[in-house]
């Protein structure tokens, strides 16, 4: 964006975060210092519209509010987490037209919601002066993968007009293999073929076994025992223009069974 003129010069980029942990929030460490990284090599958004996977409901809705709160939805950490609060503004502007994007689709102005840590845990680290408005977009827990690639289709325009477009999940998330002590563990071997057969078809653009993400197979059964932290991804991958190129700014698997990928369209 030239500064001044208010145009943007090729559209923003649409990124999903594998966020983790929500410590990950107040660490520092490879994934979060490649986060601060891409807060400072793209152009500056005019706002940012994030999927998350704990907006995870049975309705599609929006964030209306002017001062979204800093929603905690987590339990068993340490005070510190509890304290951190993200007071970036919210844009009703970008709701309205994230709603009008989706019509006829019924889309809730939500003013109950606020910035969960799928959000703000990246986002703090991304943009921290916390001055960039935030809307986010809730995941319709009851539509297949199909619905949420055409709604990232449908939102697509919003990079054109100064939009970031955010996912925050885990391509991989299996909790129950989690490995949940100090110690370093190496990568499920599933975990590993899992997310490297992803990061080829993305790059090849077949996006068609991605969206029917319910996959025969052992390796998709376990890296998506649930669908709420791969669903942000479809949103991404949607807005991807012909011209876009794929990288993948931060990478890595955590505890054995989270993968940290991080993907960017543009």
């Known amino acids: 964006m030239v500064p001044g003129d208010g145009l943007m010069t090729s559209p923003m980029p649409a990124v999903f975060f594998g966020h983790g ?72 502007e970008l709701a309205r037209r994230v709603q009008s994007l989706l019509a006829p689709l019924p889309v809730k102005l939500d003013q109950s919601w606020g910035l969960d840590h799928g959000t703000w845990s990246v986002l703090r680290h991304v943009y921290p002066d916390a001055d960039i408005p935030v809307v986010q977009l809730s995941i319709d827990e009851r539509q297949p993968g199909s619905f949420h690639y055409e709604i990232g289709e449908r939102l697509a325009p919003l990079r054109e007009e100064g939009v970031l477009i955010g996912g925050s999940g885990n391509l991989v998330h299996n909790l129950r293999a989690y490995a949940w002590g100090r110690h370093i ?7 590993v073929r899992f997310e490297r057969q992803t990061r080829e078809m993305i790059g090849a653009r077949e996006h068609g076994p991605l969206v029917d993400y319910e996959q025969p197979g052992r390796d998709a059964r376990l890296s998506i025992p649930t669908p709420d932290h791969y669903l942000p991804l479809l949103y991404v991958i949607a807005a991807r223009q012909e011209r876009d190129a794929v990288s993948f700014p931060a990478e890595g698997v955590d ?12």
């Open 21 to 92: 942990n929500p410590m990950n929030a107040v660490l520092h460490n490879g994934y979060t210092d490649a986060w601060a990284a891409l807060g400072r090599q793209i152009p500056r958004p005019k706002a940012i519209l994030c999927v998350s996977a704990h907006w995870f409901v049975p309705e599609t809705g929006v964030t209306v509010a002017t001062a979204p709160r800093t929603v905690h939805d987590f339990g068993g950490f340490p005070a510190e987490l509890y304290a951190v609060k993200y007071p970036a503004p919210g844009d009703p």
């Open 185 to 191: 563990v190496e990568p499920y071997e599933w975990a």
């Open 255 to 266: 505890g054995g069974s989270i993968s940290m990928l991080s993907v960017m369209i543009g």
